[in-house]
Nanobody, 124 residues
Framework: VQLQASGGGLVQPGGSLRLSCASSKFNLDYYTIGWFRQAPGKEREGLSCISVSDGSSYISDSVKGRFTTSKDNAENMVYLEMNSLKPEDTAVYYC??????????????????WGQGTQVTVSS
């Protein structure tokens, strides 16, 4: 496994979770990381991207104001902080990279290396 998402679980509506993305292969200092989710019966949705090339981050309008992404280079981790969670946030969450050193945020189709997902369930 080259990327591993963790931190999912069951949370009540309005609650928070922090997902982590770790890598045994990639030094995440050098790779752009995106977060995605896929709910049953729905297409995969891109949520965020944190760019190596310029340090910028992108959050999808669908979760803007509730989700943020950050990187801890010392820990070789990328995080997705999720607040004010709603039942419609229930999905399997994945982190991914395009595998290109020093890239910016690519189109979703260019994310070629995917981690195992982590289930997030928002329910009372």
């Amino acid at each position: 496994v080259q990327l591993q998402a963790s931190g999912g679980g069951l949370v009540q509506p309005g609650g928070s979770l922090r997902l982590s993305c770790a890598s045994s292969k990639f030094n995440l200092d050098y790779y752009t990381i995106g977060w995605f989710r896929q709910a049953p019966g729905k297409e995969r949705e891109g949520l965020s991207c944190i760019s190596v090339s310029d340090g910028s981050s992108y959050i999808s309008d669908s979760v803007k104001g509730r989700f943020t992404t950050s990187k801890d280079n010392a820990e070789n981790m990328v995080y997705l902080e999720m607040n004010s969670l709603k039942p419609e946030d229930t999905a399997v969450y994945y982190c991914a990279t395009d595998g290109v050193v020093g890239s910016g945020c690519p189109p979703p189709r260019d994310f070629a290396v995917w981690g195992q997902g982590t289930q997030v369930t928002v329910s009372s």
